[in-house]
């Protein structure tokens, strides 16, 4: 093709995504198609990677294609290897994609679906995938080395210990909400919980089969798991009509939040090989395989988006979180958008397997641009449900009260009418008792799944297309809980360990099982006020939750940005300084707003104070009031939490600064740590098969 | 066409870790005997190496949010 016809491709591409960003932008009262909303993802994505993302790759960091990588350099045969490109962004992209740009999205469709949309698409191809592919780079540059690590080496002590402690909070703090986001979907639905509980079983099986009948063989073994978990998908509608099993699986949230707390400790006592890795495999499968339906379905369906570009709620009244467009949107959309947990994927794990430099676009760039594409798709599933139902799910019932004909009258009062009749007829289509109040994000998403999939591949199968939707969500979200968990459990060991070398023995049982009940005290204690909050808990945990995942998405642009200003680049330090910018900004407002706005509903010592004054005047009613103390304790920890990340963020943006003051100033700083060139000795056709 | 399923199929063993122990027997031949002349330990069985390759993988921040 000779560069004319390029140019003039590259040109419509440009037209056509500015065409449809600009119609999704301008809509106003017409219902839009979802098409435009792929559309402009399509071609945001198509420029951004053309253009920014390989004049940073060329420009900035000089990507070689002749250096040897660590994964040629270590080879091992096992965890440094080089290998197929295309394996490798498949490892990256099953890695950083979890369960956050699905919740996300759904929740932040209470602004509408315009402000989401745009920091999805906007946030992603300026911010997140920035911040991963200059990670993937610099970790590539050194050895494969952990963000902490070069946190500690190229900034100082102070970063590397705030990106360890950071990371360890993010960690119980996600595990809490994701949690949460489980029990509210599996909450008096037999049917979700059997599922649900189905997957345990499921997966040890395979992990016994991949370990000892059939030692190895990963793609028998997951393929009978895919199709016992499907047939468990069918086997819970029929526990759902047996009047004499349902009972068994029938329970509040409380019982269910402590079953969650008690599995997360088996898992992360019980060896990888039984539970973990085999429950990863499953998961992985079915999210792509879901993500790909999900696709397919929306091109060949292209339902139309009821709801508004942009509701009333953009004033911090809305019912799902309080707080207003500006910061919220920003904090509640972290993963899908920019999301620093990416940073610890990119650095330590995927650089072991590059086999060459001119591949970290690919795969660290492109890697998260998928992860957007996949968040774009949560907010078209949120956003094809009429209004008044996503709000009647997504409420909790604090807010919209208990009662059903409260609930509809009250949203119908904003201007989204629903009708009991018409919850009761889809909580029915979807197999379900109820759909009041399902908050977390979990139910409307797989309502929406299911009415896309359902009017795809045929509308009798609702209730199936829904509960798939449901485990497919729970899978996941209880591998990164295995995960988190262990995760924590290490952590916690290292740090032990310096005190008493014992405790860092990762094979002493005492320490194991003390280490992990310690860290699932820490998220289960978070899990456990959620559940007992009457507004829900989604609210107060899902923004500490973004706030911290932001937090740590600052360490790694610290580190990224230090890293250039320090190599000489300073005059491209804004490619890593401009979001890291606008993350301290959104960051330190959210958390300012969080415990210092006079809204009960945002700020979390004006929310205690509220309750404490109700509680000595004797206005709350009886279950509320019990409930009061503890959650008058929970939200004076949870200011003390925020104010704690909003210094640890502070503190590394500073420390950052202060080295690149004096290296502009020719003092002296830590040196760079890039490992030496090495000519490449692989060929292209060597590497992956 | 059916060079191009077997690559498919080749792509999809490695993606899931079906053909690790055919890779690090690869691996194994290409480094170990070569340099060491047979003082080297001798290759793992597959069982062995499967437990090793699944601990190891397993340590670390694996999975994201």
Same mark, same amino acid.
């Given at each position: 093709m000779n560069s004319i016809t390029k140019n003039a491709i590259w040109l419509l591409v440009a037209i056509l995504g500015a065409a449809a960003v600009g119609g999704i932008a301008l809509n106003r009262g017409e219902h839009i198609n979802a098409l435009w909303f792929i559309t402009a993802a399509l071609c945001v994505y198509a420029l951004a990677y053309r253009f920014y993302a390989a004049w940073i790759a060329a420009t900035v960091l000089m990507v070689d294609d002749t250096r040897a990588t660590p994964a040629e350099r270590l080879d091992n045969g096992r965890d440094f290897m080089p290998t197929n490109k295309w394996v490798v962004f498949g490892h990256h992209f099953a890695a950083i994609a979890g369960p956050g740009p699905l919740v996300g999205p759904t929740l932040a469709a209470q602004f509408g679906y315009l402000p989401g949309t745009l920091w999805i698409l906007f946030g992603a191809v300026l911010g997140g995938c920035v911040q991963d592919m200059v990670t993937l780079f610099i970790s590539t540059r050194r050895d494969a080395r952990s963000l902490g690590q070069m946190a500690r080496d190229e900034i100082g002590r102070i970063g590397g210990t705030a990106a360890l402690i950071g990371t360890f909070t993010i960690m119980i703090i996600l595990i809490a909400v994701l949690g949460l986001v489980v029990v509210n979907a599996m909450k008096h639905s037999p049917w979700a919980t059997f599922t649900v509980s189905a997957t345990i079983p499921i997966a040890m099986l395979v992990g016994i089969y991949m370990r000892f009948l059939r030692p190895g063989?990963?793609?028998? +073994?997951?393929?009978?798991?895919?199709? $016992? $978990?499907?047939?468990?998908? *069918? &086997? *819970?509608?029929?526990?759902? /009509?047996?009047?004499?099993?349902? *009972?068994? =699986?029938?329970?509040?949230?409380?019982?269910?939040?402590? &079953?969650? %707390?008690?599995?997360?400790? +088996? +898992? +992360?006592? =019980?060896?990888?090989? $039984? $539970?973990?890795?085999?429950?990863?495999?499953?998961?992985?499968? %079915?999210?792509? *395989? /879901?993500?790909t339906l999900l696709a397919v379905a929306i091109i060949l369906l292209r339902p139309d988006v009821k709801m508004p570009a942009i509701t009333p709620f953009i004033d911090g009244t809305g019912p799902i979180f309080g707080g207003k467009l500006f910061p919220f949107v920003f904090i509640t959309i972290a993963c899908g958008a920019i999301s620093g947990f990416h940073a610890l994927i990119a650095s330590g794990t995927t650089p072991k397997l590059l086999s060459n430099e001119r591949d970290i676009v690919m795969i660290g760039y492109g890697g998260m641009l998928l992860e957007s594409f996949v968040a774009i798709m949560a907010m078209v599933a949120a956003t094809v449900l009429d209004p008044g139902v996503f709000f009647a799910i997504n409420s909790s019932a604090g807010i919209v009260g208990a009662d059903a004909a409260d609930a509809v009258a009250k949203i119908s009062s904003w201007g989204y009418p629903v009708t009991v009749e018409q919850m009761q007829n889809l909580a029915r289509q979807m197999g379900e008792a109820t759909l009041f109040a399902r908050t977390g994000g979990a139910p409307s998403l797989a309502v929406g799944m299911a009415s896309i999939f359902g009017s795809a591949f045929g509308e009798s199968m609702l209730a199936l297309w829904y509960h798939f939707a449901i485990m497919f969500e729970a899978i996941f979200i209880l591998t990164t809980l295995d995960a988190g968990t262990r995760v924590g459990r290490f952590m916690l060991q290292d740090m032990l360990g310096n005190i008493w070398p014992k405790m860092g023995e990762t094979s002493w049982l005492p320490s194991v099982v003390l280490t992990s009940a310690i860290v699932v005290m820490g998220w289960g204690y978070f899990l456990y006020i959620g559940v007992i909050d009457p507004n829900g808990g989604v609210n107060i945990l899902w923004p500490l939750f973004g706030i911290a995942n932001q937090m740590l998405a600052a360490i790694a642009l610290s580190v990224a940005t230090g890293i250039l200003v320090k190599s000489g680049k300073l005059r491209f330090a804004w490619i890593t300084g401009t979001p890291l910018l606008w993350l301290v900004i959104i960051t330190s407002t959210a958390a300012w707003q969080k415990l210092f706005s006079d809204d009960v509903r945002i700020g979390f010592l004006a929310g205690a104070n509220d309750l404490a004054n109700k509680l000595a005047l004797g206005t709350l009613p009886v279950d509320k009031a019990a409930a009061a103390p503890k959650l008058i304790f929970n939200l004076h920890l949870d200011a003390g939490i925020t104010l704690f990340f909003i210094c640890l963020l502070w503190l590394i943006v500073f420390d950052m600064l202060r080295m690149c003051m004096r290296y502009v100033a020719g003092k002296p700083v830590l040196p760079l740590t890039e490992s030496p060139y090495v000519l490449t000795q692989l060929a292209e056709e060597q590497v992956g098969h | 066409m059916h060079v191009k399923i077997k690559a498919v199929w080749q792509t999809v063993r490695q993606l899931s870790g079906d053909d690790a122990y055919e890779r690090y027997l690869q691996h194994y031949a290409q480094y170990h005997q070569r340099h060491a002349e047979g003082a080297c330990h001798p290759a793992l069985t597959k069982a062995d190496f499967f437990k090793q390759w699944q601990d190891e993988k397993w340590t670390g921040v694996k999975r994201c949010c």
């Open positions: 063989c990963v793609l028998e +073994a997951s393929l009978i798991g895919v199709v $016992l $978990l499907l047939l468990s998908v *069918g &086997a *819970g509608g029929w526990i759902d /009509t047996n009047p004499s099993l349902r *009972g068994w =699986f029938d329970h509040d949230s409380l019982p269910l939040a402590f &079953a969650v %707390m008690a599995y997360g400790l +088996a +898992a +992360a006592i =019980f060896p990888v090989w $039984l $539970l973990l890795a085999p429950r990863d495999y499953l998961s992985t499968y %079915m999210k792509l *395989g /879901t993500i | -």
